[in-house]
């Protein structure tokens, strides 16, 4: 079996904290008299906590000085925070140890590569933080995805080539980063959404085995040229 690199986000991968990020998002631009759907919120996914406030205020036609901008910015994070304060290990999506724990046992490494500067606190929170290898987070990346920084920076960590690594996605934004850095991306959602992954999962339930096995034993490959 090769040796790949597996590289994980984070918000809506491992965790159902997508929610706790729109919730919070939607209360905070309602505050300030913009409102969004859930179609424009796939826009949000995977960008960063400052790209998301820049977006919402373009839906919004709204202009901030920096001084509240970044006091809205911090009163967003507070809020999502009282969401993951309460998170414990019944908020890991279904079967992601299940994979986990497989790939470890193939000794494959495994690593994150998200966003969000408070990935440490919640894979903390449910658990998971010796899984990883590495940790690529909001607070090491100067490019947010769809740059493909994240995950170029997860396979320098892991010591292998990025077009051995395979990067498992929920957000558009992630998809065009995985893309991007010629990595298998792995889209985990709808179809209709993420339809520029190389294959799209609904959620872990969904990947077998078998489908791990034929990554490491390369009968599994990049299929779309984006
Ligand atoms: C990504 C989320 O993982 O992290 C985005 O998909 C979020 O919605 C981003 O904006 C930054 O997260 P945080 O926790 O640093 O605000
Ligand atoms: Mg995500």
């Not at 970044?70 to 079967?95: C, F, G, Q, S, W």
């Not at 960590?157 to 065009?176: H, M, Q, R, S, Y």
């Amino acid at each position: 079996m090769t040796k790949k690199g597996f590289i994980f986000d984070l918000d809506g991968v491992i965790v159902d904290t997508a929610k706790y990020h729109f919730l919070a998002w939607r209360k905070l631009a309602k505050g300030v008299g913009v409102d969004f759907t859930e179609i424009q919120n796939e826009q949000l996914k995977g960008v960063s906590r400052q790209k998301s406030l820049e977006k919402i205020l373009e839906w919004g036609n709204k202009t901030l000085p920096e001084e509240d901008f970044n006091r809205l910015m911090a009163l967003k994070n507070e809020d999502y925070l009282t969401h993951v304060e309460n998170m414990k290990e019944d908020e890991i999506l279904p079967d992601v140890p299940k994979v986990l724990n497989y790939l470890i046992s193939k000794e494959q490494p495994l690593a994150l590569g998200s966003a969000s500067k408070n990935a440490h606190t919640i894979l903390d929170k449910v658990n998971l933080l010796e899984k990883f290898n590495a940790i690529v987070d909001g607070n090491g990346v100067k490019i947010g995805k769809p740059n493909p920084e994240v995950f170029l920076n997860a396979a320098k960590l892991l010591t292998v080539n990025p077009k051995d690594c395979i990067v498992f996605e929920d957000a558009v934004a992630g998809v065009k980063a995985a893309n991007a850095a010629n990595m298998i991306s792995i889209g985990i959602g709808e179809q209709s959404v993420l339809n520029e992954a190389d294959y799209v999962f609904s959620d872990f339930t969904e990947i077998s085995l078998e489908f791990l096995d034929d990554i490491m034993s390369n009968k599994i490959t990049k299929q779309n040229n984006h």
